[in-house]
């Protein structure tokens, strides 16, 4: 870095950053010295980074524990109510299915199973006494028809 | 699990990674300042700063995962914040340019009656105003280098480009606040 036109503007900024090497950032100092233009504008960087550091923040803001605990826990609620959900659904299940196998023995009267299933299909058909099995044989002998 | 507030940034990361909320917690106690200062500067706007700044959060949580340690935690905080901070403002642009309203207040900064405040003060609305004009590239950099206290690979971490990138973004912020500031505050 000669003195002269080659000026070293813009390197002052990083040699007041401290970011120059010492070698480097003393040979601008030492242009800055000798060049007025280099001169004046490192005063004025320099004074300029003064009044900007001056500004600094210092003073405390709001507690954001709080709000982002609140908030992760919101996002975490929909996740664990499907959860949720679906574990209720899947027991339900397993209860039904485990209550249709465990009652093999024959009864003179219908058993709740039974009567569900009449139930659903009276609704489904709106004929009464129309149970989920005859619902499954007459549509697989109407496909049977079809084709 | 127990931890200690002089654990590092990278070690709370990583147990944060493993879903740790007491390590979390102590990462946004120890940043929550600093995340909110900047969004205030950036944003000029204390709701949308605290909004923001909380969201900068909830981002950091949700991508702890991905966060390589490597004594970079800052920038990767300040990379998340100024993103989501930027972004708000091209929506702000965005609102603007729809609504027609060509005022321009872009960043308003706290109005502060110019009799009876310090003197100091006044200099530092007139600077925070001049700081909230620059392009956001320029501010952003600005404020982690000045306000933040940064080195120029932090800020190039940040803003995902080089140091010599940064160099350049710091010189035009500072001439561009140099000409803003002439005839606005006394020459030292």
């Not at chain 2, 706290?110 to 392009?135: F, G, H, K, N, V």
Request: with cysteine.
């Amino acid at each position: 870095m000669s003195q002269g036109n080659d000026h070293v503007e813009e390197k002052i900024l990083p040699c007041l950053d401290g970011e120059l090497s010492p070698a480097e950032a003393e040979a601008v100092r030492a242009h800055c010295r000798t060049c007025e233009a280099c001169g004046q504008a490192y005063a004025d960087m320099e004074a300029l980074v003064g009044r900007l550091d001056a500004d600094r923040d210092t003073a405390a803001c709001t507690p954001l524990w709080p709000l982002i605990s609140e908030r992760l826990a919101s996002r975490r609620e929909p996740i664990f109510r499907l959860r949720f959900s679906l574990a209720a659904g899947a027991a339900a299940l397993a209860g039904l299915f485990a209550g249709i196998l465990l009652d093999t023995s024959p009864s003179p009267s219908p058993t709740w199973q039974q009567e569900t299933w009449t139930e659903v299909g009276t609704l489904l058909t709106e004929q009464p006494n129309t149970t989920l099995d005859s619902i499954y044989l007459s549509a697989i002998e109407n496909g049977e028809n079809g084709s | 699990m127990r931890h200690e507030p002089e654990q590092s940034d990278d070690d709370l990361m990583r147990l944060t990674a493993n879903g740790d909320q007491g390590a979390f917690r102590l990462l946004v106690e120890r940043w929550e300042n600093p995340v909110q200062n900047f969004m205030a500067r950036m944003l000029g706007d204390a709701d949308d700063a605290l909004d923001l700044s909380q969201e900068s959060f909830l981002r950091l949580w949700s991508t702890a995962g991905r966060y390589r340690p490597s004594g970079r935690f800052r920038s990767w905080l300040f990379r998340i914040a100024g993103n989501l901070a930027r972004s708000r403002l091209r929506r702000r642009r965005i609102l603007r340019w729809v609504r027609l309203d060509l005022a321009q207040h872009d960043l308003p900064a706290p109005d502060l009656d110019s009799e009876r405040a310090l003197e100091r003060e006044e200099t530092q609305a007139i600077m925070r105003r001049a700081i909230s004009r620059l392009p956001d590239r320029q501010r952003q950099a600005i404020l982690l280098r000045r306000y933040q206290g940064m080195s120029y690979r932090e800020v190039a971490g940040a803003l995902g480009c080089s140091v010599p990138a940064v160099e350049s973004l710091l010189q035009r912020a500072m001439v561009a606040l140099r000409r803003d500031l002439e005839g606005k505050v006394g020459r030292p």
